[in-house]
């Protein structure tokens, strides 16, 4: 019995699935590491807001926490907090959505892409996903046994995507379109004219399209524009929200998923299966962001957009170009002058400056060339961040 044990030793790896064995570990996390072990070191890799939840929200769930609600909720999440989302969306985009079948909450948005994904994709189907975009959404595709078809957004159309990029992408296997507006890298947003010019696409060739809309209320130009809010496109469109960017709850894990009732019936049946509700703590904190969170929401807007003006000019002034960003909070500007890749960049200016960004490549290799800078910090660190990047150009 102790030979054939020895003979058959146990391989971890050899159990291991084929395709996380194949999928590459996030980008961001490595320079988060990094920053990590440095002191005095300017952050402006992290993707959340700098703001605390405010106090009444927080006091929500505290208040949950003693009246003893501890306990499951429905699987599509509390009707209370649906009703909560479906008056939000309608006060927001105009549109509507039943709380009973057309809106499931989910444990962030991240799990509503996955299960978006899961929900709809058969086998070898393929998405047609715009890059530079936010880093899960290839590996999701892959999950669910799907085929990621990456195009590229150039930063001379400011990162929008076209028709003329959409084309060469569609094959008789597409199944759905990714739109990601406000954009998480490039800050870049979609106008209805612009969604406009694709809904014809998307009708011609029978494309679902799953909107992330989660930067929606982050919109510095005009109002956010939903491709469901086009005629004949709220039927084809699954809308991907949630509260983290919007409300400054990220550690809270809500976010929800709007559409057809097949599509969130077919999105909750795994979600029973896998998460079976988001914690009901965070729902009752929710209900409360979305009833009376309006004033606070847009403060923490109004300080972003002031900080978006100062670090997009003053990234400009130092010789790196940047569009000025429309959405979220993030500046993409371009390092091609340099010479340097991304990741050279990014490594060198964390270890000599202290300065902490995202090499663009992360987000797709249209990314290439470029840094995400996140201006959700203060002012003030923004404007020491630029001193610093200034100095590692001129010693360059």
Known sequence: ?????????????????????DLPPSGIRRFFDLVNEMDEAISLGVGEPDFVTPWHVR???????????????????????????ADFTKEQLGLDYDPTDQILVTTGVSEAVDLAFRATLNPGDEVIVPEPCYVAYVPDIILAGGVPRQIPT????????????????????????????PN????????????????????????????????????????????????????????????????????????????DPMLIGAMT????????????MSQMAAIEALLHGEEEMLKMKHEYNLRRRLFVAGLNRIGLRCIEPQGAFYAFPSIAETGLSS??????????????????????????????????TSREELIEALDRIETFLDGL
């Not at 030793?9 to 064995?21: F, G, I, K, P």
Request: hydrophobic share 40%.
């Open 59 to 85: 006091e929500a769930c505290i208040y949950s926490l003693e009246s003893g609600y501890t306990s499951y909720t429905s699987n599509k999440g509390m009707p209370e907090l649906r009703e909560a989302i």
């Open 1 to 21: 019995m102790t030979l054939l044990r020895e003979v058959h030793a146990w391989n971890a790896e050899s159990h291991l699935s084929q395709t996380v064995r």
């Open 269 to 280: 049946k795994i979600h029973q299966y896998t998460m079976l509700c988001a914690p009901i």
């Open 154 to 181: 150039r930063i001379d159309d400011e990162f929008r995507v076209t028709p003329e990029s959409i084309v060469p992408a569609i094959t008789e296997k597409t199944k759905a379109l990714v739109l990601s507006y």
């Open 184 to 259: 998480n890298p490039t800050g870049a947003i979609m106008t209805r004219s612009d969604l406009e010019s694709i809904a014809d696409l998307v009708v011609e060739h029978d494309l679902l399209v799953i909107s992330d809309e989660v930067y929606g209320m982050l919109t510095y130009s005009g109002t956010h524009a939903s491709f469901a809010q086009l005629d004949g496109m709220y039927e084809r469109t699954i809308i991907l929200n949630g509260l983290s960017k919007s409300h400054a709850m990220t550690g809270w894990r809500i976010g929800y998923a709007l559409g």
């Open 343 to 376: 990741e050279a960049f990014a490594e060198r200016l964390l270890r000599e400056q202290r300065v902490a960004v995202v090499p663009g490549n992360v987000f797709g290799q249209s990314g290439e060339g470029f840094l995400r800078c996140s201006y959700a």
